[in-house]
């Protein structure tokens, strides 16, 4: 990848704020399953929360993903980093 | 269930304090997340932290559910609420 | 675990049933696709397809998984082999 | 998408070849399963084999969404179709 690509491959900016909302939202959701756990709780309701909180950052993910497929991979061939971009996006999603 | 049996099915203490730890860490993880998204990373980066926190918050999912699988899940022939912990369970694990 | 208790930690006769019925019919899925294969598919249906039998796949397992936490898990504590049902439960479901 | 662009979209052929050896294989495996499942199994041995199934078709999604990355969408701005191909590429990805 060339440096004027490289410079330019940034994640957009409004799918920038929108993931800023979430992930704000889901810290706010850690600190109340940590809230919960100064209590006694229920196993169960515990993993349900990870489990939400996990949900939340999929979403996030998949925002961001799509940017990136839309703005940046789609647009490889153009620029000639197919291989770079494929590459990583192959290992991000491995841990989907 | 009966109501002492309820009372008892709480997450053992020593796993709770190891929870806590690890969702504190994780809180920690999302604020570095969040202040990356204050500059403008490249989008496979941002996934690739997101995936972080989530294998983070899918370790201590797995971490209380083996402590509800030892601790309640085995002995609910016992205290006669085999089908309510089942089925919970299996709700539980569909969002893994 | 002692023998008489290894000796009836068996898949229940019904949900076998229903295991094998789901099973050859994601076989013949799996028949499908490959014949899709012979010819010149578009990828996203091929991915589709194969998310379809996964998605089989995982109803069998979840049926599975199911009977396994009623039948045998469940009575872990009475049986006295708790400690090695959990470890390979856990180990399982780490791969789902 | 012109009739030109979706003409040429698919599957390119050793992908195709890889994809057929290793859905052949999954087909054995589902089969050496159902043999399984005709006498009286383990459930946490059934268990195992789907989810070695599992692995190995989420191995072919793998080799068929690389190929799909590299030779459709990567060029999808050069043809046009980037809305289709991400919106379709993340309808997929969702059941992963």
Known sequence: MNAVAEH???LDAKV?????NRLLSAKGHLE???K???G????VDVLKQISAVQGALSKVGD???????E??????????DTDKL????MEVLKYR
């Open 8 to 10: 330019t491959l940034h």
């Open 16 to 20: 920038r704020k929108d993931a800023q």
């Open 32 to 34: 109340s399953i940590l």
């Open 36 to 38: 919960m756990l100064e």
């Open 40 to 43: 006694e709780p229920y196993c």
């Open 63 to 69: 925002i961001v993903l799509r940017s990136h497929l």
């Open 71 to 80: 703005h940046h991979v789609a647009s490889a061939a153009q620029r000639g």
């Open 86 to 89: 494929v590459d990583e996006l």
